[in-house]
């Protein structure tokens, strides 16, 4: 009998059961398609070996026009800015304590001994930075310049720290008094969403006294969302204040121990009214054609109150003036309010227009250049969107997951068909689902999602989208952010274990293996068969075709496994029940042929890898294979 070529088609189908999908592939892990045929996955290494601490959720890159190569990083607990693998906190800082702070010192000792009245916040900890602000004059010989600043403390008490500082005092002295104020970092947010009954969250009057709340109350996780204006980063927490940080003009390098302002305090410095920038935002970015701020939710226009925030209102400040979002006939403020959904939830910058997503529909922002500066148009309705970062653009198409799909925007809305979907959406945590990200990677013309599976609280799933090849896959892994920049050479991606309180920036398609340990990876084909089924098949060879070209090991080698079963219903095996020999091989870089020995009505070919430094891509292997009756 002639060999049967074992060529299935590219992509794998849960939609199909094993049986039924024949021809097709079924399982993977870690693998991905390169001209049909499958393959393990680049590798990825640590970008910077320090932790950063939290939960990254969202990552900006940009070079300055001084050429600093900056990244920025958003977690739960931290802003940072890496730069040539060094992270610094920019975190902003928060309101002053309220109260009489007194600041003391010794004689000939470096040390400033700090208590306030009012107690410091929880996360007010031993190493943590803090503000210091208010000295007109040298405190115990201990100069101005040094007293004013951000200092790293140790917390001696509740209400008490202690800094160093370069001058010994000459002197013992203390002053005090509400001008002297102490600033600590914003709190902390949300590692990932929660949900309590707390009290008076129902409707006055309902329900017995002294008891909870019937209906839950979400505590949302902490998202950041960044751009860059100019040199400068804009940021502001989901639903939150907005903030800037300036860059600077040294030539030497940026002053990235700065930290970041309120937008406000932006504009009082640059003499435009703190009063009219939006206090609350759901997500502030840079139209970068026309050069300008824009807020997608707001409060208006004339409020200062964060509880006068609209969800569905858009404004945006005067042109190329990021710190004027007062309105006038003299330049370009203004805004502009949605009017289907109940609240946005993410607006993207796509060639020739933002597409901004309601909870229900999706609309489109063009720049006008005219007296009405903005047009708003609904580009579609009942169209849902699975978290303000599930969506990224691609070859000048947008790809997004909805609740229940995956879409595509192309001039129009479309659904994008999917292999995998029920895999993906029956198998998905809907409590966490503000967590699910997307990214490109341009390099394999894919696209990405990250998701927790339903029994877990953090990404540790992802389905990848290959736009060139129109096909799907899928593996686990977990990543909290992902950043596909042309400005460094691979794909970042930033990570934190589920429950651990710091992580790691890490280069994908970088090198072959998990960051120096190996990478696990397989693909599965669905069932195959003679005849379809109607007589059994006896296997006795199997000729390998795998190319290891890129392996950096000595002796790579992948696993073949050869599962079959008889029945559809039936749970493939790896041991012929008949003779009890396991199925399985190891094949190198120059095994010509394996002797097997199989019988069965349906099989199903496995390649598993899990050695360091291998790469392979799997052709077309040959089974040597015949009928052998039908009992």
């Known amino acids: 009998m002639p060999f049967i070529k074992l060529q299935f088609k590219p992509g794998v189908n849960r939609d199909q059961t094993a049986y039924s999908n024949e021809g097709g592939w079924y399982a993977c892990d870690k693998i991905r398609f390169r001209s049909g045929y499958p393959e393990k996955l680049g590798g990825w290494t640590k970008s910077a070996p320090d932790a950063f601490s939290g939960y990254c959720r969202q990552m900006w890159n940009w070079v300055t026009?001084?050429?600093?190569?900056?990244?920025?990083?958003?977690?739960?607990?931290k802003v940072y800015l890496e730069l040539a693998g060094v992270y610094?906190?920019?975190?902003?800082?928060?309101?002053?304590?309220?109260?009489?702070?007194?600041?003391?010192?010794?004689?000939?000792?470096?040390?400033?001994?700090?208590?306030?009245?009012?107690?410091?916040?929880?996360?007010?900890?031993?190493?943590?930075?803090?503000?210091?602000?208010?000295?007109?004059?040298?405190?115990?010989?201990?100069?101005?310049?040094?007293?004013?600043g951000v200092h790293t403390v140790t917390v001696t008490g509740t209400n008490s720290f202690t800094f160093t500082t370069t001058t010994a005092a000459t002197s013992t002295t203390s002053v005090s008094g509400s001008g002297y104020t102490v600033q600590a970092e914003i709190a902390p947010g949300n590692a990932i969403a929660t949900y309590g009954y707390g009290w008076g969250a129902g409707t006055w009057s309902r329900g017995s006294w002294g008891t909870g709340s019937s209906t839950p109350i979400d505590y949302p996780q902490r998202d950041w969302f960044f751009d860059n204006f100019d040199n400068d980063l804009v940021m502001n927490i989901r639903n939150g204040a907005p903030y800037w940080w300036r860059r600077g003009t040294s030539s030497s390098g940026p002053d990235i121990s700065t930290h970041a302002i309120t937008l406000q305090a932006y504009a009082t410095a640059e003499g435009f009214s703190p009063n009219a920038v939006p206090v609350q935002v759901m997500q502030i970015m840079v139209s970068q054609q026309d050069r300008h701020l824009i807020a997608?939710?707001?409060?208006?226009?004339?409020?200062t109150n964060p509880d006068d925030f609209d969800p569905m209102l858009i404004r945006w400040a005067d042109q190329d003036t990021p710190g004027d979002w007062t309105p006038s006939q003299t330049n370009t403020a203004g805004d502009l309010r949605i009017s289907r959904g109940s609240r946005?939830?993410?607006?993207?910058?796509?060639?020739?227009?933002?597409?901004?997503?309601?909870?229900?529909?999706?609309?489109?922002?063009?720049?006008?250049?005219?007296?009405?500066?903005?047009?708003?148009?609904?580009?579609?309705?009942?169209?849902?969107?699975?978290?303000?970062?599930?969506?990224?653009?691609?070859?000048s198409i947008t790809y997004w997951m909805g609740q229940d799909k995956f879409y595509a925007y192309t001039g129009r809305v479309e659904t994008l068909p999917c292999t995998l979907r029920d895999h993906v959406f029956n198998n998905i945590n809907l409590n966490q689902s503000d967590q699910v990200i997307c990214?490109?990677?341009?390099?394999?013309?894919?696209?990405?999602?990250?998701?927790?599976?339903?029994?877990?609280?953090?990404?540790?799933?992802?389905?990848?989208?290959?736009?060139?090849?129109?096909?799907?896959?899928?593996?686990?892994?977990g990543r909290t952010a992902w950043l596909d920049t042309p400005i460094r050479h691979w794909p970042q991606a930033?990570?934190?274990?589920?429950?651990?309180t710091s992580g790691y920036l890490y280069s994908h398609e970088n090198g072959l293996?998990?960051?120096?340990?190996?990478?696990?990876?397989?693909?599965?084909?669905?069932?195959?068969?003679l005849d379809d089924g109607d007589n059994f098949m006896l296997t006795r060879r199997i000729l390998p075709d795998?190319?290891?070209?890129?392996?950096?090991?000595?002796?790579?080698?992948?696993?073949?496994?050869?599962?079959?079963r008889n029945f559809p219903g039936a749970a493939l095996q790896t041991e012929d029940e008949d003779n009890a020999r396991v199925i399985q091989t190891t094949v190198g870089e120059y095994t010509e042929q394996v002797f097997i020995r199989a019988r069965a009505r349906q099989m199903a070919l496995k390649v598993i890898s899990d050695g360091l430094g291998v790469q392979w891509q799997l052709g077309a292997p040959r089974l040597d294979a015949r009928q052998d009756g039908r009992r």
């Open 494 to 500: 930033a990570n934190t274990e589920g429950g651990a």
């Open 513 to 529: 293996d998990a960051d120096g340990d190996p990478m696990e990876s397989y693909i599965q084909s669905s069932d195959f068969d």
């Open 65 to 77: 026009t001084y050429a600093d190569d900056i990244l920025a990083l958003g977690t739960d607990t």
């Open 546 to 564: 795998l190319n290891f070209a890129s392996s950096t090991a000595s002796s790579p080698e992948v696993t073949l496994e050869l599962r079959h």
């Open 344 to 395: 946005i939830v993410r607006a993207l910058p796509t060639r020739q227009e933002i597409l901004v997503w309601t909870d229900t529909n999706l609309y489109t922002l063009q720049f006008l250049g005219t007296t009405d500066v903005f047009s708003l148009q609904e580009y579609a309705d009942n169209v849902s969107i699975m978290s303000p970062r599930a969506v990224a653009s691609a070859a």
């Open 296 to 303: 997608f939710g707001a409060v208006p226009f004339g409020s």
């Open 88 to 148: 610094s906190d920019i975190t902003p800082f928060d309101t002053a304590l309220a109260g009489s702070n007194t600041f003391a010192v010794t004689n000939t000792f470096a040390l400033v001994t700090v208590t306030t009245t009012t107690a410091l916040p929880s996360w007010v900890v031993t190493g943590e930075p803090v503000q210091v602000a208010g000295f007109a004059v040298a405190l115990g010989g201990i100069p101005i310049t040094e007293l004013n």
């Open 439 to 477: 990214g490109t990677n341009e390099q394999w013309n894919e696209i990405w999602w990250f998701y927790p599976t339903a029994n877990s609280d953090y990404n540790d799933a992802y389905v990848v989208y290959n736009h060139l090849e129109r096909i799907w896959y899928y593996g686990t892994l």
